[in-house]
């Protein structure tokens, strides 16, 4: 006869395992948004791009954003001088460094979340192309 053996069943800790992967989950999510903004607000700061504000607050169409002040004298659609065109460059590569500062963090890229920037550095360079 065997003593002190109890067919006891534990609990199982799947629901809480699968809920600290997702907690996990979004917490990496999370740092990886933070990156992202603060590539683009690191740049701009390097570049002396101004911005009001940058923030990893969800919107209605975004997860985090960058706010620029507006330069009123930036005009690449109708100003072609040099101070614009490196005006122009400058806001191409900030529009571009969150997706890399993204990609450090994660140590690949991102899958999405840059396809806005992408937009906005194509459009400031066909701005700046269509004025010359």
């Not at 992967?21 to 999370?30: E, G, I, N, T, Y």
């Not at 507006?70 to 659609?77: L, M, S």
């Not at 529009?95 to 906005?120: C, T, V, W, Y």
Request: proline share 4%; charged share 25%.
């Amino acid at each position: 006869m065997i003593t002190g053996q109890h067919n006891v069943e534990r609990p199982s800790n799947k629901p809480q395992e699968k809920h600290d992967r997702s907690s996990a989950r979004k917490v990496r999510q999370l740092q990886a948004i933070a990156h992202h903004e603060a590539g683009h607000a690191v740049i701009a700061w390097q570049r002396a791009i101004g911005f009001r504000y940058v923030t990893i607050k969800p919107g209605s169409d975004s997860l985090g954003h960058l706010k620029h002040r507006h330069a009123g004298w930036f005009r690449p659609d109708i100003d072609s001088s040099s101070r614009v065109r490196i005006r122009a460059e400058n806001h191409i590569i900030v529009s571009l460094a969150g997706q890399i500062a993204e990609a450090k963090f994660r140590g690949r890229r991102p899958q999405q979340g840059m396809d806005e920037d992408n937009q906005h550095a194509v459009d400031m360079a066909f701005r700046f192309c269509a004025s010359e």
